[in-house]
């Protein structure tokens, strides 16, 4: 059964800042992974999706990468902003298993300024 | 851009009661999903909808729940006989075809089962 781990489960960084979110996940058997945004009393939203056979994906100061045989990924933030404060989900889609997502509990980040 | 709608955004509901939440997806999505989320756990996946029938469920989603497509714009959950451990945010969402993983969630709607 696919569990999916994130570490650490809460993280506090001055502005400015550059960190990193951990994933793993159990089961190197994977369609995709995806990186989420929740903001609180918000819904999810998609920051970067790696196809399984990709290494990493970025999208501005957000940079995630894959590595499938030890089962991890990281999601690079640099140069942190306030704005960044939020609740970061990893997800996988498992191989050949219909196309729903398997989440982790998230890392909550605070960016003070 | 545009967004998937849930209502209502709170519902409160005594144990054994029926709910029904309701979800509007984006209109040229294909895919619906149903996702809850305990306070303090994981997103866990419920249901999935594809082509006016369920495609995937997980254990969660026993003989309680149901999803309907009832027009060609509204998606539900109706949980039949709610129990306090239904209690929970409930999320909506959908993406546009198989191929495409970019998934648009909904806000949520937060079910307290008293």
């Known amino acids: 059964k696919q569990e999916v781990t994130q570490i650490p489960a809460a993280l506090s960084v001055p502005e400015g800042e550059n960190l990193v979110l951990n994933c793993s996940f159990t089961?190197?058997?994977?369609?995709?992974l995806q990186w989420f945004r929740q903001d609180p009393g918000k819904g999810l939203t998609s920051l970067l999706l790696?196809?399984?056979?990709?290494r990493e994906q970025t999208s501005g100061r957000l940079n995630a990468s894959l590595d499938k045989s030890s089962g991890r990924s990281t999601l690079y933030i640099a140069a942190s902003q306030p704005g960044d404060s939020a609740t970061y989900l990893c997800?996988?889609?498992?191989?050949?298993?219909?196309?729903?997502?398997?989440f982790g509990k998230g890392t909550t980040l605070s960016v003070s300024s | 851009e545009p967004e998937v709608t849930q209502t209502p955004s709170h519902q409160v509901t005594q144990m054994g009661q029926e709910v029904i939440l309701r979800c509007v997806p984006i209109?040229?999505?294909?895919?619906f999903y149903w996702y809850r989320q305990i306070l303090g756990q994981k997103v866990e996946f419920l249901v999935s909808?594809?082509?006016?029938?369920?495609?995937?469920k997980s254990e969660i989603f026993d003989d309680q729940f149901s999803v309907e497509r009832p027009d060609g714009s509204n998606f539900t959950l109706k949980i039949r006989s709610t129990k306090l451990e239904d209690s929970a945010m409930y999320f909506c969402?959908?993406?546009?075809?198989?191929?495409?993983?970019?998934?648009?969630f909904g806000s949520g709607t937060q079910l307290s089962v008293l």
């Open positions: 969402a959908s993406k546009t075809n198989e191929s495409n993983e970019k998934l648009f």
């Open positions: 089961d190197s058997a994977i369609y995709n």
């Open positions: 790696i196809q399984s056979s990709q």
């Open positions: 997800a996988v889609r498992r191989r050949q298993a219909g196309t729903a997502l398997i």
């Open positions: 209109s040229n999505h294909l895919y």
């Open positions: 909808f594809y082509n006016n029938e369920i495609s995937e």
